[in-house]
């Protein structure tokens, strides 16, 4: 028996291109005696909970939840649904979905059903996300990036948004680089097939910065809004995710600035660097890098990326030769194809994504310029943490 009134709470989703509220996840709420409403979410994944009952509060609060939102003129609103439920219905009778949609006279097109966990046999639950889709009803992945959310059945369901998980999100954004990279990945994959990425657990500005960076088509959580009883106007938080779209413009252009400033640096340490080849490449000639503490490690290659000379690491009080990578053959780093199509225009310095150094164990940046007229090329490793902010 589970205690408390049944209802609908809506949180918005902000849609990133317009600051306008989109449409609104429906999340279930329990009301006692005294008036209180707490989260029914955790109820949901106590194995000591009634199934019946719970299937009955969910499809209770679902009904609800439609009612409300048909007279909402424009938007859509999600709704989630468990495939350990999906795994119950049969495929040869209407699906219970379906039915209370038609009953309510909602338009399918406003509806989005959010599956969390694909658990379960991925055969079925492709063969009900279809029926689904031929009904007109959008679909999303919930939690995209953790637990049972495997790549394969992601992409067999085809779905109309993936969103990325909270956790994930907030690791990402508290310095985790690890993290970072993994979620632009998955954003990644979702634009490469066609989702849109919803981005939720938004708290912070920093949170909305990382949402965008990894092309979130809509963001929810409590920067804008916590989940609530009634429906909001469309543009209640148009001016304050205008705010913060300009600063993070800003912080874009800042970044810019600085990378920038870095490929100066560069250009003058290459000048550097190839005056004291052209005078013999002695490394007792080479002078303390301490204008570029970023400096990681240079070596220089033929043109075709196999490398012919040592590395050369400053250790803070000397350089050292590290010859255990001559005669390596880097032609098929993604940086070298950047720096080959520039190789006629030999003094343009080009600097490559970030990636992990599996020697150092650190992130960096590789920049390289072809010198001798395209005879060699000259290669700087720079460690990322090292630049200035």
Known sequence: MIEGQPLPYYQPLIDTATGRIAGYEALARLRD???????????????????????????????????????????????????KWLARVSLDAPLPSLVLLEEVGLPPEQVVFEISGLQGDPQRLQQVVARYRAAGIRVAVDDFGTGYSMLDQVIALEPDFLKLDIQLLH??????????????????????????????????????????????????????????????????????????????VQSKLAERERLQDLRKSLGNLFAELRLWLEQGGKPNALRPPMEYPWLLRFFLCDAYGSQISPNYEWTGEQWQQDPRYLDHNWSWRPYFYRILAASEEDSRVILSSRYRDASSDRYCMTSGLFIDDGRHLLLVDIDVNRLPQ
């Open 33 to 83: 005696e005294a008036g209180e409403v707490v989260s029914a979410g955790p109820l949901f994944s106590d194995p000591q909970v009634d199934q019946a009952a719970l299937l009955e509060l969910d499809r209770a609060v679902r009904r609800m939840a439609l009612e409300h939102f048909q007279a909402t003129p424009t938007g859509f609103i999600t709704l989630n649904i468990s495939p």
């Open 171 to 248: 690791r990402a954004t508290r310095g985790n680089s690890t993290s970072s990279d993994f979620v632009k990945s998955l954003a990644l994959v979702a634009e490469k097939s066609g989702c849109w990425i919803i981005a939720e657990g938004v708290e912070t500005e920093e949170h909305l910065h990382f949402a965008l960076d990894c092309g979130a088509r809509y963001v929810q959580g409590y920067l804008f809004s916590a989940a609530e009883e009634s429906f909001q106007q469309d543009d209640i938080f148009q001016p304050l995710f205008s705010h913060l779209r300009d600063q993070y």
